[in-house]
């Protein structure tokens, strides 16, 4: 009987060749999972792994996900956002779906990638740097279908365009959890401030 809800074809790699940043020497003795870690070492993302959309959501306005701004170079994940002078048919599309007086999807093409199995119970960890600009870099956990709960690792602005909660030089480092419920949004938000420029190259 499994006492977790990870995918029954869930692949664990008993000696991984990467390790947990806090647990270099493997003292836990992690596994890890061939099913959730990619290097990106191809020249395009592994389609049997992630979606480069969202498969749930067009994205926060006036922003949309667009497929075209995922890519693959050098051993990273490239996400990146572009402006559009005209609406593009993602926009279109998405647009119809808008309530009346939300806001409308316009200008801003960005851009989601999410794993095509569900996620379980593990250690997740990634390497990343985010956007210098005022849209956020997210890495997120959500079950928008059965459990609506979210787990929001971090969700951060390169740069805000105003210092209300966050620092604008790109050091805040928002996460949070949130949990859906009979319409209701009860969310636990906290920032922790690094000290540094987090949309900065990585050494």
């Known amino acids: 009987m499994r006492i977790d809800n990870n995918p029954i074809n869930e692949v664990l790699i008993e000696n991984p060749q990467y390790l947990p940043l806090?647990?270099?020497?493997?003292?836990?003795?992690?596994?890890?999972?061939?099913?959730?870690?990619?290097?990106?070492?191809?020249?395009?993302?592994?389609?049997?792994?992630?979606?480069?959309?969202?498969?749930?959501?067009a994205g926060r306005q006036p922003s949309v996900f667009d497929p075209k701004n995922v890519s693959v170079r050098d051993g990273s994940l490239l996400l990146t956002c572009t402006w559009e002078d005209e609406p593009t048919n993602l926009m279109i599309e998405a647009n119809k779906t808008v309530q009346e007086g939300e806001r409308i999807y316009e200008n801003i093409s960005a851009c989601a990638v999410q794993s095509i199995e569900r996620t379980g119970y593990g250690?997740?960890?990634?390497?990343?740097?985010?956007?210098?600009?005022?849209?956020?870099?997210?890495?997120?956990?959500?079950?928008?279908i059965?459990?609506?709960?979210?787990?929001?690792?971090?969700?951060?602005?390169?740069?805000?365009?105003n210092?209300?909660?966050?620092?604008?030089?790109?050091?805040?480092?928002?996460?949070?959890?949130?949990?859906?419920?009979?319409?209701?949004?009860?969310?636990?938000?906290?920032?922790?401030?690094?000290?540094?420029?987090?949309?900065?190259?990585?050494?």
């Open 123 to 144: 250690y997740y960890e990634l390497r990343a740097r985010t956007a210098p600009i005022s849209i956020a870099s997210a890495f997120w956990f959500r079950d928008p």
């Open 22 to 57: 806090t647990d270099p020497t493997n003292i836990r003795q992690w596994k890890m999972s061939a099913m959730f870690s990619d290097e990106f070492d191809g020249t395009e993302i592994d389609s049997n792994r992630w979606s480069n959309y969202h498969r749930f959501w």
């Open 146 to 161: 059965e459990s609506k709960q979210e787990i929001d690792i971090f969700e951060q602005v390169g740069r805000p365009v």
């Open 163 to 203: 210092a209300n909660r966050l620092n604008l030089n790109g050091s805040s480092y928002p996460m949070n959890t949130h949990w859906f419920k009979e319409g209701k949004d009860y969310s636990n938000c906290k920032v922790y401030n690094t000290g540094i420029d987090l949309s900065l190259s990585l050494p």
